[in-house]
């Protein structure tokens, strides 16, 4: 079983529509999550991070934690078609003061006009 | 500000081939990582460089080399490419090793035939 769970889609929703994107994991560990945007034939960027539980809003975007269900998500309201990529979340724990990096396998997100 | 950089863009090699990725980063980072990516499995973490003078095996290390030639650069060698080495690799930096946001290059896209 792969630590980080992660619906490889694609998911393609009509412009304007609310975009709920989701991973699983197995280690209890975690303590940062992120979220990384990635578009076609480019390096990801990190678009929102989470520390612990909890919520987080920034603009069209709120990420979530449950860490009781092991469970993040990802939702873009109002989609643009600028906002057609594949997202992936990434999952770390502190260990011997290194940060180190498990990411999910990526959700294609296709938002047409 | 370039960010990170990677050459090339694009190779293809033969089986049994050897190569260097080159990666370089201009924002001073301590940390520098290399990553494959393949369909369905996400980026898994080659080799790390916590910091210049230090490099560690991650997560599939097997077939490859690393050097950190000083705090800018880290090269990532194939000495005798095979065809499962056929990925899109990039390279990563954060400011420390318990950064969470890692910068990535554009990537190189790597055949092996």
């Known amino acids: 079983q792969k630590e980080v769970e992660q619906d490889p889609g694609p998911l393609s929703v009509p412009e304007g529509a609310i975009v709920s994107l989701n991973c699983t994991y197995s280690?209890?560990?975690?303590?940062?999550f992120m979220w990384y945007r990635q578009y076609s034939r480019k390096g990801p960027e990190l678009l929102m991070y989470?520390?612990?539980?909890g919520n987080k809003e920034d603009g069209r975007f709120t990420a979530q934690v449950d860490k009781s269900s092991k469970y993040i998500s990802l939702f873009i309201r109002d989609s643009q078609p600028s906002d057609s990529a594949t997202y992936l979340c990434?999952?770390?724990?502190?260990?011997?003061?290194?940060?180190?990096?498990?990411f999910g396998a990526g959700t294609r997100l296709a938002v047409h006009p | 500000n370039a960010g990170v950089t990677q050459t090339p863009k694009f190779q293809v090699l033969k089986t049994g081939q050897s190569m260097t990725l080159q990666c370089a980063q201009d924002?001073?980072?301590?940390?520098m990582y290399w990553y494959r990516q393949d369909p369905g499995m996400g980026l898994r973490l080659i080799y790390y460089?916590?910091?210049?003078?230090?490099?560690d095996k991650g997560e599939v290390p097997n077939g490859y080399n690393v050097s950190r030639l000083n705090k800018r650069e880290f090269s990532l060698r194939l000495e005798s490419a095979a065809p499962s080495q056929t990925s899109v690799y990039f390279c990563a930096s954060t400011r420390g090793p318990s950064g969470y946001e890692q910068y990535f290059g554009p990537g190189t896209r790597l055949t092996v035939t």
């Open positions: 989470t520390y612990s539980s």
């Open positions: 990434a999952m770390s724990a502190l260990s011997g003061g290194y940060n180190k990096l498990i």
């Open positions: 280690n209890s560990a975690f303590q940062y």
């Open positions: 460089s916590a910091s210049e003078g230090t490099t």
């Open positions: 924002m001073n980072h301590n940390s």
